[in-house]
């Protein structure tokens, strides 16, 4: 089955600047990578995904990036502010009958004002 | 349109106990889909529901059971409670169907202690 690696598993940076957070998985087969994020207490949302037809893909101050040869993917974001702090996600999920989405283990990103 | 719900949403029970958590998808949706969350291990997945027919089930023993209604509501049961069945429990829905896989909405989650 799949699996998926995130890193790192805790991310600290000072307010305004950027945090990138990598994800790599195995299924070759994989085409639709969301991220989400978990505010403390509340549910996962999604905040950003990406299909495979596609190597980047933008809204505001997030981002995310695919490289398909690499099985590796990535959250970007700039200009970070304190209400980004949150636990963010990644998952993968595998084309053919058994479509479910395998999460990565987290990472706890915090910014510092 | 109103979000998923999940009742209850705090529940503490005794090893050896079962216990059934249900979840409410957004209208129109019908695939629902079940989270096992722990600190160690992250997000799991349980089993999927679709047009009350299981879809997809994760590796989970058989004492994780599910089912799903006519107007899509799902419950989980788990019988003969463990320690290590302390969880957030988080249901998803989604409309299903189609060749896309559409975007999932998570519920708040039943928190299940168990002791």
């Known amino acids: 089955g799949e699996n998926v690696e995130q890193h790192p598993s805790t991310l600290s940076v000072q307010e305004g600047d950027s945090a990138v957070i990598k994800c790599t998985y195995s299924d070759s087969a994989s085409n639709y990578f969301p991220w989400y994020k978990q505010e403390l207490g509340k549910r996962p949302q999604l905040i950003i995904d990406?299909?495979?037809?596609?190597g980047e893909k933008k809204d505001q101050r997030i981002a995310v990036t695919l490289n398909k040869t690499a099985k590796h993917f990535s959250l970007h974001i700039t200009e970070t502010q304190p209400e980004d702090s949150a636990v963010y996600f990644c998952a993968a999920l595998p084309s053919g009958s058994a479509r479910q989405l395998t999460f990565g283990s987290g990472t706890q990103l915090t910014v510092l004002p | 349109k109103a979000g998923v719900t999940q009742t209850p949403r705090y529940l503490i029970k005794t090893r050896g106990q079962q216990v059934t958590l249900s979840c409410s998808p957004i209208s129109g949706h019908r695939s629902v889909s079940w989270y096992q969350q722990t600190p160690g291990q992250g997000l799991q997945f349980l089993f999927e529901y679709f047009s009350e027919t299981q879809r997809n089930k994760g590796n989970f023993p058989g004492r994780f059971s599910g089912r799903q209604f006519s107007n899509s509501r799902s419950e989980m049961n788990v019988s003969t409670l463990e320690l290590g069945d302390s969880a957030l429990y988080l249901c998803?829905?989604?409309?299903?169907?189609?060749?896309?896989?559409?975007?999932?909405?998570f519920g708040p989650g039943t928190r299940l202690t168990v002791l």
């Open positions: 990406i299909r495979s037809n596609v």
């Open positions: 998803a829905s989604r409309r299903g169907g189609g060749s896309s896989y559409n975007e999932q909405f």
